[in-house]
């Protein structure tokens, strides 16, 4: 741990460093996880559960006072009215982990009356730790690193995320890749969206798009990415994301052309233009449904989401602001 670095999240290192150890020891002898079923292919494993106690333990051992939101635990533990609130997903990228394939990690955000000030994404397999204090920069093992400088959308690398769960338009998601495959250098889903942001911000890829994730999915990665210089927001370029189960990351240039590609996707896309993507699915032989329909409710983010999405910016477009505004 550096003496430099923020002390809140020193502690959030000395916690991510600590559930690493207990993940890597277990990736040893994966076959013999125990693992069970949250919903159709959405699994939990004891390693999720065992990575995120010590995460707890070792964040409320140093801030007593402090309000936490897990994944696996919801709001179970910590101060229920704090101010702070630390964010918390165990163990980003379970499938692959129960599988042997190495790409996984650790997320831990904190917020601050509802703006992300701290950020840890630990990848234990490679041991990479990806850090991010609010104004000071995002770093890499200690080294600055920035999102990248290409500026043409058919030389970038794309990172997404494929839908997985029973009710999620496929269809319309498939419409969504093939918009942006054939505009790029290449598609990616490597199955982990902490570390997709993460690396979005150290510049290994140009942008990131997905649906469906979670606050604690994208909580720290999101300030990776804008303290690394790039731009993240919904699919229609809006900054208050954090809760609205859909995440788009890029350098600014990249994110720009993206936005005008997947806005028309997005739950918040003007009904002409969700009226299109109808008719384009209809073409197709899709159903026709609208591109959000059907797709799974928020889950209770008590997991502390009180089921509603926050329309509160959508009447001013801000693709270029920061977006750590979360309102919890």
Same mark, same amino acid.
């Given at each position: 741990m550096s003496s430099n670095l923020h002390p809140m999240l020193n502690v959030a290192i000395k916690a991510a460093r600590?559930? #690493? /150890?207990?993940?890597?020891?277990?990736?040893?002898? $994966?076959?013999?996880?125990?693992?069970?079923?949250?919903?159709?292919?959405?699994?939990?494993?004891?390693v999720d559960h065992a990575s995120e106690k010590i995460i707890i333990e070792t964040l409320l051992t140093a801030y007593p006072g402090h309000g936490i939101l897990a994944e696996e635990s919801g709001k179970e533990y910590g101060a229920k009215d704090s101010e702070f609130v630390w964010i918390i997903d165990p163990l980003d990228g379970t499938t692959n982990f129960i599988h042997g394939f190495p790409v996984?990690?650790?997320?831990?955000?904190?917020?601050?009356?509802?703006?992300?000030?701290?950020?840890?994404?630990?990848?234990?397999?490679?041991?990479?730790?990806?850090?991010?204090?609010?104004?000071? #920069? /995002?770093y890499l093992n200690?080294?600055?690193?920035? $999102?990248?400088?290409?500026?043409?959308?058919?030389?970038?690398?794309?990172?997404?995320?494929?839908?997985f769960r029973p009710g999620d338009n496929f269809k319309s998601y498939l419409n969504m890749m093939a918009d942006v495959m054939q505009r790029t250098a290449g598609l990616r889903r490597p199955g982990a969206a902490a570390l997709d942001l993460a690396y979005v911000a150290a510049g290994f890829t140009d942008g990131f798009f997905e649906t469906g994730l979670s606050i604690w999915d994208v909580a720290a990665g999101s300030l990776l990415v804008t303290e690394a210089g790039g731009l993240v927001g919904n699919f229609t370029g809006e900054a208050d994301f954090l809760e609205q189960r859909e995440c788009l990351a890029g350098n600014p240039r990249i994110y720009g052309q993206l936005v005008p590609i997947l806005g028309k996707y997005s739950k918040f896309a003007s009904a002409g233009d969700k009226a299109s993507v109808r008719q384009a699915a209809s073409a197709d032989g899709g159903s026709g449904a609208?591109?959000?329909?059907?797709?799974?409710?928020?889950?209770?983010?008590?997991?502390?989401?009180?089921?509603?999405?926050?329309h509160a910016s959508h009447d001013a477009k801000n693709s270029g602001s920061k977006s750590e505004d979360a309102p919890f």
């Amino acid at each position: 741990m550096s003496s430099n670095l923020h002390p809140m999240l020193n502690v959030a290192i000395k916690a991510a460093r600590a559930a #690493g /150890a207990i993940i890597n020891r277990a990736a040893l002898d $994966v076959e013999s996880v125990r693992i069970s079923q949250k919903q159709i292919n959405d699994f939990v494993t004891e390693v999720d559960h065992a990575s995120e106690k010590i995460i707890i333990e070792t964040l409320l051992t140093a801030y007593p006072g402090h309000g936490i939101l897990a994944e696996e635990s919801g709001k179970e533990y910590g101060a229920k009215d704090s101010e702070f609130v630390w964010i918390i997903d165990p163990l980003d990228g379970t499938t692959n982990f129960i599988h042997g394939f190495p790409v996984y990690c650790i997320s831990i955000a904190l917020a601050v009356k509802g703006k992300v000030e701290q950020a840890v994404v630990y990848d234990p397999t490679r041991n990479d730790l990806f850090t991010a204090t609010k104004g000071r #920069g /995002a770093y890499l093992n200690e080294r600055r690193i920035r $999102v990248s400088k290409r500026t043409q959308l058919k030389d970038c690398l794309i990172s997404t995320g494929f839908p997985f769960r029973p009710g999620d338009n496929f269809k319309s998601y498939l419409n969504m890749m093939a918009d942006v495959m054939q505009r790029t250098a290449g598609l990616r889903r490597p199955g982990a969206a902490a570390l997709d942001l993460a690396y979005v911000a150290a510049g290994f890829t140009d942008g990131f798009f997905e649906t469906g994730l979670s606050i604690w999915d994208v909580a720290a990665g999101s300030l990776l990415v804008t303290e690394a210089g790039g731009l993240v927001g919904n699919f229609t370029g809006e900054a208050d994301f954090l809760e609205q189960r859909e995440c788009l990351a890029g350098n600014p240039r990249i994110y720009g052309q993206l936005v005008p590609i997947l806005g028309k996707y997005s739950k918040f896309a003007s009904a002409g233009d969700k009226a299109s993507v109808r008719q384009a699915a209809s073409a197709d032989g899709g159903s026709g449904a609208d591109p959000v329909d059907g797709q799974e409710p928020a889950e209770a983010l008590d997991a502390g989401d009180d089921g509603q999405d926050n329309h509160a910016s959508h009447d001013a477009k801000n693709s270029g602001s920061k977006s750590e505004d979360a309102p919890f």
